[in-house]
């Protein structure tokens, strides 16, 4: 089955992600206030500004604006260097504005941080940082080189040299910590989406996979009377036609083709799985079931079932839910991966609970990252001929897939190394590696013994 995860990982570094329309109305929001701004230090406090100049500036805006409305559609989305050289645009117009009214003795100095900010939320790490340090260069420049604020009896209106350096340093910060904040936050919530986004497609395709097995076992089911038909009739034209060769040959291709028609039924089917089983079966069917893509890979996986010590609970029977297989797939899967030779997959349960316990005699996992299992993206794709994991390039997804979907079931996921959990059991002693347990109440996942017995009527056609 293919791994979604590597085409989800790389979906940010695509681009196209933000609609020109969108910054184009920021962009006339911040006009519209700039606007505002002039008017009301010219009519309410008597600033004396450059307002032909200040105006000019902010035309500009205006007209690169319009010109961006009319010769884009409303759909266009930006690249990721179109949506840098835009935000790069607004921040030297900014710039440019604090640079006529005082700069960094004008309040709104501290607007250079947004550019930065909306970088963070939507461009690449390289663009942000070279963003932020652009930011930071007109701060730096602003300190020296503006143009004074003048009130209308022509007095310059400026701060003392210890607060415009603290308005500095705090830019600075500002552009550094928000950056940085809005960057980790916007990352986190990507990778999590994007986490989320493969569980379901895994979800989506396991369950695609459990109803092929309801039609196929279906179809055995509605083809077995027709085939065993034919294979009468074959047998016996066979024998009527013992004084034709020819024909009788004929007649036994008949019936060997219908004998292979129901085998390849029944291989598709999982070994003929009637229709009640396809919905519940008993839990170490189910666990099995799980375990089988990964069977003949190479290491021996050893199974282990049984009650609870001191337990003379019955074996549950469960519902056969796409998020169990897939999620103890993907458990199992990890196991057979890092394995050196086997893997012990054990299943308990008693009156209360139900167990499931996935262990391996490989390294383990690495203390590092111990309890960060479960995170998805949690670290970055190995070398391609990793000879500790031949057949498989994980990014953290899977063990992430698996904990989501059995937690969705009502199961507690627990991860360990084996050297911690078993040093004293000497039985245990071989299970030197990752150890997985996941814990259900039992009546999270057992059936009533009144729906195993109620009939499950006939099978109703597949319908597009």
Not at 30 to 57: H, K
Not at 194 to 216: F, H, I, S, W
Not at 290 to 296: G, I, K, N, S, T
Not at 390 to 411: D, V
């Amino acid at each position: 089955m293919a791994d979604p995860g590597p085409d989800i990982l790389h979906s940010r570094s695509r681009g196209n992600w933000i609609r020109l329309r969108t910054l184009i109305l920021l962009r006339w929001w911040a006009i519209a206030g700039q606007v505002a701004a002039l008017i009301v230090a010219e009519r309410l406090y008597d600033l004396n500004l450059e307002l032909g100049l200040c105006y000019l500036v902010v035309g500009i805006a205006a007209i690169s604006n319009l010109i961006a409305s009319f010769v884009y559609p409303e759909t266009k989305r930006l690249s990721e260097l179109e949506t840098l050289l835009f935000v790069l645009f607004d921040m030297i117009q900014l710039g440019l504005m604090l640079y006529l009214t005082g700069g960094l003795n004008n309040p709104f100095s501290i607007l250079v941080v947004g550019p930065v900010t909306v970088s963070a939320s939507a461009l690449s790490a390289r663009s942000t940082t070279f963003l932020g340090l652009v930011a930071i260069l007109i701060t730096s420049i602003l300190i020296e080189f503006h143009l004074p604020l003048r009130s209308d009896m022509g007095f310059i209106l400026r701060m003392p040299d210890i607060f415009l350096f603290g308005n500095w340093v705090a830019i600075v910060i500002a552009v550094v910590f928000l950056g940085v904040y809005s960057r980790w936050i916007v990352s986190e919530m990507s990778a999590m989406s994007n986490a989320l986004q493969a569980t379901q497609m895994a979800l989506a395709r396991e369950q695609k996979l459990t109803d092929l097995g309801g039609v196929v076992a279906a179809a055995a089911h509605e083809l077995g009377t027709p085939l065993a038909t034919i294979k009468l009739t074959s047998s016996e034209l066979a024998e009527d036609l013992s004084d034709r060769p020819d024909l009788q040959e004929d007649a036994r291709l008949i019936g060997d083709q219908a004998d292979r028609c129901r085998d390849i039924l029944r291989s598709m089917g999982r070994a003929g799985k009637d229709d009640l089983h396809l919905r519940h079966a008993p839990l170490t069917t189910v666990v099995e079931e799980a375990a089988d893509p990964h069977v003949e890979r190479g290491k021996t996986i050893h199974f282990d079932h049984k009650p609870s010590r001191g337990s003379d609970a019955p074996q549950p029977t469960i519902h056969r839910r796409p998020e169990v297989i897939h999620g103890l797939r993907n458990l199992i899967q990890n196991g057979v991966d890092f394995a050196r030779s086997n893997v012990w997959v054990e299943s308990r349960w008693s009156d209360e609970s139900i167990t499931i316990r996935i262990m391996d005699d490989g390294r383990g996992y690495p203390p590092s990252l111990l309890g960060r299992i479960g995170d998805p993206f949690m670290r970055r794709r190995g070398p391609p001929n990793d000879p500790r994991r031949p057949e498989y390039e994980g990014m953290g997804l899977g063990l992430f897939i698996a904990k989501t979907l059995l937690e969705r079931t009502g199961a507690d996921l627990t991860f360990a190394n084996g050297t911690e959990s078993f040093r004293k059991r000497a039985s245990h002693s071989a299970r030197t590696g990752a150890v997985v347990e996941v814990v259900w109440p039992r009546t999270a996942l057992e059936i009533s013994s009144g729906e195993t017995r109620a009939p499950l009527g006939e099978n109703e056609p597949i319908r597009s």
